[in-house]
């Protein structure tokens, strides 16, 4: 079994700060492409920013200067760290991670449950 389970979401002013952490556990052989997804009411979900196995990033253009994606790799662990927060950045955000299980396992997608960032004006 694989969990992975986000942390850190809350209510925050315009203009404040919140850190996301999502950690991965279980049955876990290697760990690939880490990322964060947002979905706000009545809208698709979006991906905000992605970072590679080697720590490459990349960000969706609304985020961009505004967000930074990190991972541990020794704790199977990814986080987002945002600032300057905005009204429009209110949703509920979901973890990815692109996880094997085992060398012949093949590699799947696992989310976690998602936590609510809610951003007043």
């Known amino acids: 079994?694989?969990?992975?389970?986000?942390?850190?979401?809350?209510?925050?002013?315009?203009?404040?700060?919140?850190?996301?952490?999502c950690a991965a556990s279980g049955s876990i052989f290697s760990i690939n492409a880490m990322?964060?997804?947002?979905q706000?009411?009545?809208k698709q979900r979006e991906l905000v920013a992605r970072i590679s196995s080697r720590g490459t990033t990349s960000y969706v253009d609304s985020v961009k200067g505004r967000f930074?994606?990190?991972r541990d790799?020794?704790?199977?662990?990814?986080?987002?760290?945002?600032?300057?927060l905005k009204p429009e950045d209110t949703a509920v955000y979901y973890c990815i991670?692109?996880?094997?299980?085992?060398l012949t396992w093949p590699e799947n997608d696992y989310w976690?449950?998602?936590?609510?960032?809610?951003?007043?004006?």
């Open 112 to 121: 976690g449950q998602g936590t609510q960032v809610t951003v007043s004006s």
């Open 97 to 102: 991670a692109s996880i094997k299980r085992s």
């Open 68 to 70: 930074t994606i990190s």
């Open 40 to 42: 706000a009411p009545g």
């Open 73 to 84: 790799n020794a704790n199977n662990t990814v986080y987002l760290q945002m600032n300057s």
């Open 35 to 38: 990322g964060w997804y947002r």
């Open 1 to 21: 079994q694989v969990q992975v389970v986000e942390s850190g979401g809350g209510l925050v002013q315009a203009g404040g700060s919140l850190r996301l952490s």
